[in-house]
C-alpha cells in the first residue's frame, strides 16, 4: 500500500481547504500576500464554532470568568513595558546568493534534527536486529556512531543556546559556518551577519508625519487584559481567584513563514488571564495545564496526538511554561501555552503607568499584586489541528474512494444538508417547507442540482454530518432518510424527529 507522506498529507490538506471553501491565500488574485490567508465560507463557520465552544468553556462554564474585547491598537508604552520592544526579537540571517531569509536559530535546531533523525535511525535499525531483547538506553549509551552524533547535539546546544541568552550573535553566526551550514535554496554558505528582528509591527497614529505617534498592532491579546485588570475587577465585582478572556485578532511580522495556518503574520488568540494570590500559582499552573489538555481531548481528537512540553529555559516573567503540543501533519509542534507570569506584567504596568494595580483582599485585609496564570491558544492553529484529524480519505466497499472530514458534529460548519431527491414531482417544496423548520436551530444547506451520490460526496467533503434527503415517499407519509456522514448508514424518520436527532449529536461534550 502507498503511504503518502506528511508533508503530501499536508498539501493535500491545504489544497482540500481552499477548493472547498475553508481557507484562501490572502488576495489571491494578486498572487498572495505571504503567511496572510482569509477563511470562506465554510471555514468561518468552523472557526467561529470553535471561538465559540472555547468562550463557553471559559466564560459561560466558569463563574469566576469573565470577558472582554479590547482594541487592538494600544498606548505605545504598554510593549515597553510588558518588555516587546525590547525583547520580542528573532535572529534572522540572509543567505547573500539566494536572498533568502532564515531564523538562525531555526538554521541550528534542524541541523541538530537532522543529526538527531541519524540518532534514531540507527536505533530503529538496531531495534528489528535485536527484537524484544532491545535495550535502547543502553544502545544508545555504547554504539560509537550513536555517541558520536550525541555528542555533537550536546556541544552544539551547550555553546548555542548561552549565546543566544547573551545577545552573542557573532557567535552564532560563526556556529553556524562552523557546521557547515548551506542555504536550502542556493546551497552557499554566503551569509549575512545575525541581526535581531524584532516581531512587531508598527504603523502612524495622527495625520501628520510631525505629531504622529509610532504605535504597534498586538503581538498578543494578553496586554488588553492586563491594563484593564482593575476596570474588569471593580465593575464585575471579581474576588480572587478570577480570570479574565479574550479572543482576537494578533500580528507578528514572522520571519519565516511557510506553514499554511501553523505560522501566520495576522492570526487570532484565545487567551485567559488567571488571577491568583501571590504563592497559589504553582497550584494553578497545574490546574489549568489539566483542564486545558481535558479541553483538547474534548475535541474527540486521541491523546496520542497531544503532549505536554514543559520548558526547562524560562522567559524572564515566567516561573514555569508548559506547551500542549500536537501532532500536525508537519510533526508535533505548540498549539497552546500555559505560563506562569507571576506579577511581572501587572508590576510592569504599575511602574510604567505610575498607577496602583493592586487587589484589596477582604479575608486577609491585605493589598497585593496578584500573580497570573495564563492560558493562550492559537484559534488557526486549532482550527488546523481539527481540520488535520478530521482530514480522511477512504476507499469504499464498492471500490469507490471519497474524502470524507470527520469534524466532530458540534463544530462542523454545517449541521443538515436537505436534499430533494430530485428536481421535480414536489420535492423541492417539500425539502424547502423542511428547511424552514431546521434553519433557525441549525446551519443548513439546501441543494438540489447533481446526482444524489454527488451531493453526499460534496457534503462528506465538506464535514456536514447529517444529510436529510426528501423522496417520493416524503410526500405520502411525512418521513426522510437522514444519512451519517461517518458510516454513510441511511435511516427512516419523521420530519418531526429530525431536529430532535440532530440535537442530541451536536450537543457538547462536558469534560
Ligand atoms: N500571551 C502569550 C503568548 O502570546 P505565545 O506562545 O507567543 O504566547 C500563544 O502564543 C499561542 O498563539 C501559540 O501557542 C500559538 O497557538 C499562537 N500563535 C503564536 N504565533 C502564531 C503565529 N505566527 N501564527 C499562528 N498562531 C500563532
Not at 495625520?207 to 504622529?212: H, W
Not at 479574550?246 to 488571564?273: C, D, H, P, S, W
Not at 480522511?392 to 430533494?420: M, Y
Not at 454513510?488 to 457538547?508: F, L, N, P
Request: a negative charge.
Amino acid at each position: 500500500m502507498h503511504m503518502a507522506s506528511n508533508e503530501d498529507v499536508f498539501k493535500k490538506i491545504i489544497s482540500h481547504a481552499k477548493e472547498y471553501g475553508f481557507v484562501f491565500p490572502s488576495s489571491e488574485i494578486y498572487d498572495g500576500l505571504s503567511a496572510v490567508y482569509d477563511y470562506g465560507p465554510f471555514g468561518v463557520e468552523l472557526k467561529n464554532n470553535i471561538r465559540e465552544y472555547w468562550w463557553k468553556s471559559m466564560v459561560q462554564y466558569h463563574e469566576n470568568i469573565v470577558g472582554v474585547d479590547a482594541a487592538i491598537f494600544m498606548h505605545p508604552t504598554v510593549w515597553k513595558a510588558s518588555g516587546h520592544v525590547d525583547a520580542f526579537n528573532d535572529p534572522m540571517i540572509d543567505n547573500k546568493d539566494s536572498k533568502k531569509r532564515y531564523r538562525a536559530d531555526v538554521l541550528i535546531e534542524d541541523h541538530m534534527a537532522k543529526i538527531e533523525e541519524k540518532i534514531l535511525k540507527e536505533v530503529e535499525k538496531a531495534r528489528s536486529r535485536f527484537g524484544e531483547s532491545f535495550d535502547e538506553k543502553m544502545f544508545r549509551e555504547t554504539n560509537p556512531r550513536v555517541k558520536e552524533n550525541q555528542d555533537k547535539i550536546d556541544a552544539i546546544r551547550t555553546r548555542f543556546y548561552p549565546a543566544l541568552d547573551r545577545n552573542d550573535l557573532e557567535d552564532v553566526k560563526k556556529l553556524i559556518e562552523e557546521l557547515g551550514i548551506v542555504c536550502p535554496i542556493s546551497g552557499s554558505r554566503n551569509w549575512t551577519e545575525v541581526r535581531q528582528f524584532n516581531l512587531m509591527f508598527s504603523t502612524q497614529m495622527g495625520s501628520v508625519n510631525e505629531d504622529a505617534n509610532e504605535i504597534y498592532l498586538r503581538p498578543e491579546t494578553a496586554q488588553g487584559i492586563f491594563v484593564n485588570f482593575l476596570n474588569v475587577q471593580k465593575t464585575a465585582r471579581m474576588k480572587i481567584p478570577f480570570g479574565i478572556a479574550q479572543t482576537g485578532k494578533a500580528f507578528r511580522n514572522e520571519i519565516v513563514a511557510r506553514q499554511f495556518l501553523f505560522r501566520m503574520r495576522e492570526f487570532e488568540q484565545m487567551e485567559m488571564q488567571y488571577f491568583v494570590k501571590p504563592g497559589e500559582e504553582l497550584t494553578w499552573y497545574e490546574y489549568w495545564k489539566q483542564q486545558r489538555m481535558k479541553w483538547h481531548l474534548s475535541l474527540g481528537i486521541p491523546k496520542e496526538k497531544y503532549r505536554f512540553h514543559n520548558h526547562e529555559k524560562l522567559a524572564h516573567y515566567a516561573n514555569a511554561a508548559a506547551d500542549i503540543e500536537f501532532h500536525f501533519p508537519i510533526g508535533f509542534k505548540e498549539l497552546e501555552g500555559i505560563h506562569s507570569r507571576t506579577d511581572f506584567d501587572l508590576g510592569a504596568h504599575q511602574k510604567y503607568s505610575g498607577k496602583k494595580l493592586q487587589y484589596f483582599d477582604t479575608e486577609t485585609n491585605e493589598n497585593y499584586v496578584p500573580y497570573v496564570v495564563e492560558t493562550s491558544i492559537g484559534l488557526d492553529r486549532t482550527f488546523l489541528a481539527v481540520l488535520s484529524h478530521a482530514y480522511k480519505e477512504e476507499k469504499l466497499e464498492d471500490g469507490s474512494e471519497r474524502v470524507v472530514l470527520s469534524i466532530p458534529a458540534f463544530l462542523a460548519p454545517i449541521k443538515v444538508a436537505v436534499l430533494p431527491l430530485v428536481k421535480k414531482d414536489g420535492l423541492p417544496e417539500k425539502a424547502r417547507e423542511i428547511m424552514d423548520t431546521l434553519m433557525y436551530d441549525y446551519r443548513c444547506f439546501y441543494e438540489e442540482k447533481d446526482t444524489i451520490g454527488r451531493r453526499y460526496r460534496r457534503m462528506d467533503a465538506l464535514g456536514t454530518p447529517f444529510a436529510i434527503t426528501i423522496d417520493h415517499q416524503t410526500l405520502k407519509d411525512n418521513t426522510v432518510t437522514i444519512r451519517d456522514r461517518d458510516t454513510m448508514r441511511q435511516e427512516r424518520i419523521e420530519v418531526s424527529k429530525i431536529s430532535e436527532a440532530v440535537r442530541e449529536k451536536i450537543s457538547t461534550s462536558s469534560f
